[in-house]
């Protein structure tokens, strides 16, 4: 593994809006994939989004229309905005990537919680 560091992560209110970041140290443009993993309390960890280094992006139905996740290839940097979040979405996230030798990390996680 990589070493990943998540941040932004915190409190809102139902209808209020994140921005997560994760920068992974890794030789340039080796990274061919990243995104952001979520688990809540008793839950199992379940795909949020994620993004290769060309582009291509997969969203869990969940967060469709709500979230937007983003990268920066050249500072192995990925970003999740979440918007409109509900209850539902507090859980930790986690980073995680994926470099040009199929070897995969992950973040310690970053809690968010969203309630009144």
């Known amino acids: 593994q990589v070493p990943l560091v998540e941040s932004g992560g915190g409190s809102v209110q139902p209808g209020g809006s994140l921005r997560l970041s994760c920068a992974a140290s890794e030789r340039i443009f080796s990274i061919r994939a990243m995104g952001w993993y979520r688990q809540a309390p008793g839950k199992q960890r379940e795909l949020v989004a994620t993004?290769?280094?060309?582009?291509?992006?997969n969203y869990a139905d969940s967060a469709k229309g709500r979230f937007t996740i983003s990268n920066d290839v050249s500072k192995n940097t990925v970003y999740l905005q979440m918007n409109s979040l509900k209850p539902d979405d507090t859980a930790v996230y986690y980073c995680w990537s994926r470099n040009r030798f199929g070897y995969e990390s992950w973040g310690q996680g970053t809690q968010v919680t969203v309630s009144s």
């Open positions: 993004i290769t280094s060309v582009g291509v992006i």
